[in-house]
């Protein structure tokens, strides 16, 4: 794919915008690419975040059954004979319909055609929690798939990285998973930079610097690990905050680089504890800059539990900055 958007400008827009907007610039500069999905097409997706887009190119933006596995498997037929598939599953949740089209499939087209074929496809899909949500449609799946070598698997926390993933995502030969959050779609507007060239998948961003604790998070995680960096530097504590945005590739050099800086860690998902992705990362951490770490390695997320629709009990289960400024500060006391 050419990169036909040199200009750049930039425009204030909401999570939700941003993505609308990095799927109209697909589409406008990859006349392969395709769009489809349950209510994507005339209703402009249950959250509105495809809204104008089959008005303005048509067929190639369509409807579908209610049919998970009919979409991803079409995607991966389309995906290896030249088209880029771009396909909405509605919640992540439901992509567990599909496991076979995304685990046995798309991720194997590479690695059992000796690299003769590839699947470009994108999945797009969102998770999180939201007052209301019920155990069905509010988990945090992003450690399932990023478990499995060959499907990029990417989670967008900012407007910015709304539009700037997606568009790595839809340009990558690979089979790439883009995990929205729907708590972040509609929030307030941010400054984003369109146009440009279009980066490739992989690479974390230094939020915060800082230099007595690394704080690693991402998707609206980061937003709560921000806060909390806030409150603890009111306390004289100098947190640095990463948001790793790629689980797949994930960007060790970003995260040791900071963590040798500032010998913590701390690690915050909204995903449940045990077996996230957090436990990944504190385990190579621990390996790799073993000696150099001042502290273990610390590790906040969801406590083990189906994830009930009434508000009071979400806001008892899910991380806070309240709760990560009373763990780093404990962190500070032992190491010091």
Request: aromatic share 6%.
């Amino acid at each position: 794919m050419n990169d036909k958007s040199t200009h750049t400008q930039v425009i204030e827009m909401s999570y939700a915008q941003a993505v609308n907007t990095a799927l109209h610039r697909s589409l406008t500069e990859m006349p392969e690419t395709i769009l489809y999905g349950e209510d994507v097409g005339k209703a402009g997706g249950i959250f509105g975040v495809t809204k104008n887009l089959k008005s303005v190119f048509g067929e190639r933006v369509f409807d579908t059954p209610i049919s998970e596995t009919a979409m991803l498997g079409t995607a991966v037929g389309a995906a290896m004979t030249g088209l880029r598939p771009i396909v909405e599953i509605m919640w992540i949740d439901f992509t567990l319909v599909a496991m076979d089209q995304i685990v046995n499939q798309a991720a194997n087209v590479r690695y059992v055609s000796a690299g003769r074929l590839h699947a470009p496809l994108t999945i797009r899909t969102q998770q999180g929690y939201l007052p209301g949500s019920c155990a069905q449609h509010s988990q945090n799946l992003e450690a399932l798939y990023a478990h499995i070598p060959g499907l990029r698997v990417g989670l967008a926390a900012t407007a910015q990285d709304a539009y700037s993933m997606l568009l790595s995502a839809v340009r990558c030969n690979d089979p790439t998973l883009i995990i929205e959050n729907r708590g972040l779609y509609h929030g307030e507007k941010q400054p984003v930079t369109v146009g440009g060239v279009i980066e490739p998948v992989g690479g974390a961003v230094i939020m915060r610097p800082g230099t007595d604790l690394t704080i690693l998070s991402w998707s609206a995680m980061l937003h709560q690990a921000m806060a909390a960096a806030e409150q603890l530097s009111e306390k004289g504590i100098d947190a640095e905050v990463i948001n790793a945005r790629w689980l797949n590739p994930f960007d060790w050099g970003a995260l040791f680089a900071s963590v040798r800086k500032t010998g913590r860690l701390i690690i915050v998902h909204e995903a449940v504890l045990t077996g996230g992705f957090g436990a990944e990362v504190a385990a190579r951490t621990s390996s790799e800059l073993f000696g150099q770490l001042v502290a273990p390695v610390e590790r906040i997320g969801t406590l083990d539990s189906r994830i009930p629709s009434a508000p009071h009990l979400q806001k008892a289960l899910i991380p806070d900055a309240a709760q990560i400024v009373s763990k780093a500060s404990a962190l500070m006391l032992k190491s010091n």
